[in-house]
């Protein structure tokens, strides 16, 4: 995820879009669709860090612990 509420899940990783939905519900703080919803935007292609998680706050990553993965792609829109 990244600040603006987009969402990937790599395809790789899960089974099937409704196993991606998921993944990203379970990592949310709120109710869908009480308080926002989170529409599929189709699949893209991303680049992922094999060496660093998502939240870790450290070095870049380089060519070499990166890959570019076909993702499914969600936005979050919360209500504010």
């Known amino acids: 995820m990244n600040e603006d509420g987009d969402w990937w899940v790599p395809v790789e990783d899960v089974k099937s ?3 991606a939905r998921k ?3 379970s ?5 869908i669709p009480d308080e926002g ?3 599929y935007k189709g699949k893209v292609t991303t ?5 660093h998680t ?4 450290g070095p870049c990553c380089t060519n070499e612990c990166s890959r ?3 993702a499914y792609h969600f936005i979050e ?3 504010w």
């Open 47 to 51: 680049l992922v860090c094999d060496k």
């Open 17 to 19: 879009l409704i196993e």
């Open 77 to 79: 829109n919360r209500k």
């Open 68 to 70: 570019y993965v076909l």
């Open 27 to 31: 990592c949310l703080n709120y109710s």
């Open 54 to 57: 998502a939240d870790e706050i």
């Open 37 to 39: 919803t989170l529409p």
């Open 23 to 25: 993944m990203v519900l």
